[in-house]
């Protein structure tokens, strides 16, 4: 699937955070996504660069432009070389956490997404891949 374009941002802080939303809904604007979809891909967006942040001790966003023959689509992609998360299934429950969230960041996110993808292993860091479709 053809990448068009592409850009990475660090996320180490707040304000890093608050960068990454505004590139992606840039970046949802340009592709041609409407407004919800605009707004639920920067929800996730923003969940999943806290987690980066607080959990993972950092990392990065790497934004895509995805362009097929009938479809263009917004990918975002989070790394970190956090601690990683030992048990995916647990993590993704609505309700667990492992701080002092509401444990709905990542289980929020995949619901926002079309495509949602983890790796992960313990001492190594987490890799999570979003897309949303136009
Ligand atoms: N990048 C990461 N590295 C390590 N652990 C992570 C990472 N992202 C999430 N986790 C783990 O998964 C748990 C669930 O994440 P989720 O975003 O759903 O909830 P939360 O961040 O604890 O709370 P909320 O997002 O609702 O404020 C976290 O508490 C944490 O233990
Ligand atoms: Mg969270």
Do not use: C
């Not at 660090?10 to 409407?34: C, M, P, T, Y």
């Not at 790796?119 to 860091?125: D, I, L, M, N, Q």
């Amino acid at each position: 699937m053809p990448v068009t374009k592409h850009e990475t941002f660090a996320l180490q802080s707040e304000n890093d955070i608050v960068q990454a939303r505004q590139q992606v809904r840039k970046w949802a604007i340009a592709i041609g996504l409407g407004l919800v979809d605009q707004t639920k891909i920067v929800t996730a967006a923003s969940e999943l660069a806290r987690n980066t942040v607080i959990y993972g001790g950092g990392g990065e966003i790497r934004l895509e432009e995805l362009v097929e023959e009938r479809r263009r689509g917004l990918r975002l992609v989070f790394e970190d070389k956090g601690p990683g998360i030992a048990d995916l299934q647990l993590a993704l429950k609505d309700g667990y956490t492992s701080g002092s969230g509401m444990g709905l960041g990542l289980g929020g996110a995949k619901r926002l997404s079309n495509e949602f993808d983890i790796v992960s292993e313990p001492g190594k860091g987490t890799r999570i891949m979003i897309t949303r479709w136009k």
